[in-house]
């Protein structure tokens, strides 16, 4: 049986109090400032068009509508989309047919599909082909009040449904434009919270630096 040396210390307890919660608090703080910028990455993708939505859905009908007036003449704008015969006899250039082209693609089709998946990179790619649109819609203008080679005019001018196409991606452009650059009010508040949190985090970090250890 061995005795007990009553001049021996006993050994101190490991530290478990200040230390310990100090660990757990700034792992609470990292898990969650982890979990702000995961939401704040997934919201930066997407896009709230708010009520623009409407003006942007009204210019993609109007680009739908464009495609069935006469483009030039007679030709409508699918008769210039698959180069039928009467679009090879109107003599229609290929840069009406570079801007019916990019009015369907960028216009109609992604345009439609930003406004239902709300992506933002589908408005990213609508706005730039819609930019390019309004500069081929310039020219396929230009093409039907100018003589090709020869000196052989067009056979008709400039119709209404190139000039509602036109119109039709102007406005997209505009809008398109004004979405993409716009910040979601709750992408703000999530920026907001991280910068927060963050500031509570180093506060916090500080007291505990600074604090005197616990005297017995």
Not at 126 to 134: D, R
Request: glycine share 6%; with cysteine; aromatic share 8%.
């Amino acid at each position: 049986m061995t005795m007990s040396d009553p001049d021996k210390k006993p050994e101190p307890e490991s530290i478990s109090g200040p230390e310990n919660k100090a660990d757990t608090e700034k792992s609470t703080f990292a898990e969650y400032e982890s979990d702000l910028r995961k939401a704040e990455r997934r919201v930066a993708g997407e896009i709230d068009p708010g009520a623009r939505a409407v003006v942007v859905a009204v210019a993609v009908v109007l680009a739908m509508v464009s495609m069935v007036l006469p483009h030039t003449g007679s030709v409508t704008g699918l008769d210039v989309l698959t180069f039928t015969p009467e679009a090879a006899a109107e003599r229609v250039t290929i840069v009406s047919r570079i801007f019916v082209y990019l009015v369907t693609i960028f216009g109609i089709v992604v345009s439609m599909l930003a406004l239902l998946t709300r992506r933002w990179f589908l408005a990213w790619i609508a706005l730039c082909g819609c930019a390019i649109a309004c500069v081929a819609g310039m020219l396929a203008w230009w093409s039907r009040n100018t003589p090709g080679v020869g000196g052989i005019e067009p056979p008709s001018g400039v119709g209404i449904g190139l000039v509602l196409g036109w119109i039709a991606v102007f406005v997209l452009t505009f809008h398109w434009s004004r979405v993409v650059w716009a910040r979601s009010s709750y992408q703000l508040a999530l920026e907001d919270e991280r910068r927060r949190q963050a500031a509570e985090q180093e506060a916090y970090a500080a007291a505990l630096y600074h604090k005197k250890p616990h005297q017995p």
